[in-house]
DNA sequence: GTCATCATGTAAGCCGTTACATGATTGC
DNA sequence: GCAATCATGTAACGGCTTACATGATGAC
């Protein structure tokens, strides 16, 4: 049983939302936090390590030494003469990526004292997290973690204050005496904020549908997002 | 002649920006930066008068004590230049709330050594300020400060910058494996960078043409931003 | 044999926060 | 008289960065 207590900022939330999933070593969940949540991204060696060694401290993950292991040989490294990049790095970062050989490297994994700390927070933040836009971001990314309910709170509590901020950036477009730069800014924040509104909106619409169909029950996985695309 | 190097972070611009325009007090300042800018919304004490303190040491702005005064004394500080500006700006400050007296204030005026300060400092972050949004933003703000070429540079940079990241923004969003939540955050984060695009494009457009009017001419003033409302 | 990439860390410092401390003036 | 607002500051601390330090491995 550790006591100790930890201030569980955003990167630790992130770490062990990560590490839900499965294990990972430092520099792979540097990666993560980059290509797959977008939240973080580049965080430096310097927070990273000392977040780990900090979750460590605290209990809530646990570290083996993966030595290097060129044995499996699990990637053809050296034999393809093809030179396709591209292959290297689908493997590295998807699903056949096998652990090769490196330097020794720690690999993380969380503990059931994580898995109940990472909830908490996780909720525990929902309610608060609406002002901070890094931070809803990244409850955002975990929702699925999160009871019906408390998913419904994180998103209506999130458009209370993109209106609240609306409000603000509305007045400031169509106050006088701006010159035209700021104006335009002022403009195009106010209309950003308006569509993270409208999507917020959309959101929240068909999280109370999966409300709805299976009332007070709840299931991890309900309903998925709008599905409209933008891209080719 | 003062030679206190100083690193002139954000805060540092913003405020030499304001004081461009017109002398204020400390409290009036972080005002503005709410209302007036938006950029650094609520900016604590805590921060703004180490700042004012710095850049009087630095010899960028000088202070004078602003004693209660009773009796009506509209306005006091109106400046030099601006004049007719400052006084619309004073009035409309508060509704019906003249500068009635408060407790005595330290009102701060930019110095020469400031305003040559300030210029450079916009001129030399144009470059370089691309991949912070807060740095764009703050440049694009005081942006009729700068000569017409170096806010077409400050404009194209950030262009450049956010090309890559909706090219990351779209790969997240078009890769497989995330759940609902992540995809539609990612999906919704390249469309607001693609509008952001769209609306520098706008910018830098007008741009081009104020540039070819007056070749090679530095008017301060030069085009108002593309006025496209959303907002009643 | 040297460079790029993978991999893990420490130290110093910047930029900003909250909490604390003080005090004047206005309005109820 | 008391609360709200205006007004100026200091102290402590938090989160993140850069720069520094080390080392293995594979590619060229």
């Known amino acids: 049983m550790r006591y100790i207590i930890i201030t569980m900022n955003g990167l630790d939330l992130a770490i062990l939302g990560l590490l839900h999933e499965q294990e990972l070593h430092g520099y792979e969940i540097r990666r993560r936090l980059r290509d797959d949540l977008g939240l973080f991204a580049n965080i430096s060696f310097g927070s990273l390590y000392p977040a780990l ?17 060129a044995g499996r040989a699990p990637i053809p490294l050296t034999g393809s003469l093809g030179g396709e990049r591209a292959v290297l790095r689908a493997r590295r970062a998807g699903v056949g990526r096998a652990p090769s050989s490196r330097r020794s490297r720690k ?14 927070m996780l909720e525990d933040g929902a309610a608060a997290s609406t002002d901070d836009d890094r931070g809803f971001g990244l409850r955002l990314a975990f929702a699925r973690h999160l009871s019906p309910r408390a998913r419904l709170r994180l998103l209506e509590g999130r458009r209370a204050h993109l209106a609240e901020r609306l409000a603000a950036e509305t007045a400031r477009a169509g106050g006088g ?13 106010s209309e950003a904020t308006e569509r993270d509104i409208t999507w917020l909106d959309h959101l929240i619409e068909s999280e109370r549908l999966g409300l709805d169909d299976s009332t007070s029950s709840h299931v991890p996985a309900p309903d998925p997002a709008t599905t409209k695309g933008s891209n080719p």
């Open 53 to 69: 060694s900090r979750l460590e401290r605290a209990g809530l993950v646990v570290t083996t030494i993966d030595e290097g292991r």
């Open 177 to 189: 005496g701006l010159d035209p730069y700021t104006r335009s800014l002022a403009q195009h924040a």
């Open 107 to 120: 690999v993380y994994r969380i503990t059931e004292s994580g898995r109940d700390q990472f909830t908490r």
